[in-house]
């Protein structure tokens, strides 16, 4: 049920990472947040691009190569306290470890098939908004196929990094929505419930990747 109710998501997501990584041409936002993003995701436009690696029976390490790159900027520990909402200290260690690693799985099954096929889309930033000193959300708009689409990044500073931890689109938090399925399934907030809903999200991941 969850990774359906999501298909409609894939292509923005995959806007997600291929829109930074033309953050080249926007010159006022390298000095700000996005700044090192913008070498991360030059990095998977390049294996996206690799002819070598463009071949089916290459695709396992393609996408490896895809994962340690992509991967390495979202904060998926923030994203998935934000997807469970004021029921995560409800979880044990141990659950949150589950749901957090189920969840990386989810994100990805639901995004990296739009990103393979990716061709060429426009992308403009139209703004970055600093709200605190650890709180950066940037704008941009993305052009594809004659249609236009208002993505916003929110990034949480960590240390002398930044890391993405929500994306909007057309002004639905992408995290909230999850919320909004996750709490369906979040009819107890005791271990048993919790973890009849881990298993429910095993099952509809394990789904998605047959």
């Not at 969850?2 to 000095?31: D, E, H, I, K, Y």
Request: proline share 3%; with cysteine; charged share 25%.
């Amino acid at each position: 049920m969850v990774t359906t109710l999501f298909l409609p998501f894939r292509r923005f997501l995959c806007f997600l990472v291929l829109s930074m990584g033309l953050l080249g041409s926007a010159s006022p936002l390298q000095a700000g947040a996005l700044s090192h993003v913008d070498e991360a995701v030059q990095r998977a436009l390049a294996v996206l691009r690799d002819p070598a690696l463009g071949v089916p029976e290459k695709q396992t390490e393609r996408r490896e190569k895809l994962r340690a790159i992509v991967y390495a900027e979202f904060d998926f520990d923030i994203m998935s306290q934000g997807a469970v909402g004021p029921k995560w200290h409800k979880f044990s260690d141990a659950q949150k470890a589950r749901f957090i690693t189920l969840f990386e799985r989810l994100l990805e099954n639901t995004y990296m098939n739009s990103i393979e096929r990716y061709k060429s889309e426009e992308v403009r930033f139209t703004k970055e908004l600093v709200q605190s000193e650890t709180l950066t959300r940037v704008d941009s708009v993305v052009v594809s196929k004659g249609a236009e689409f208002k993505i916003s990044y929110l990034l949480l500073k960590e240390g002398s990094s930044w890391k993405v931890s929500d994306v909007t689109i057309e002004g639905v938090s992408v995290v909230a929505n999850y919320r909004a399925q996750f709490k369906q399934l979040l009819h107890q907030d005791d271990p048993a419930g919790i973890d009849a809903m881990l298993v429910t999200l095993e099952n509809s991941v394990n789904k998605s990747e047959k």
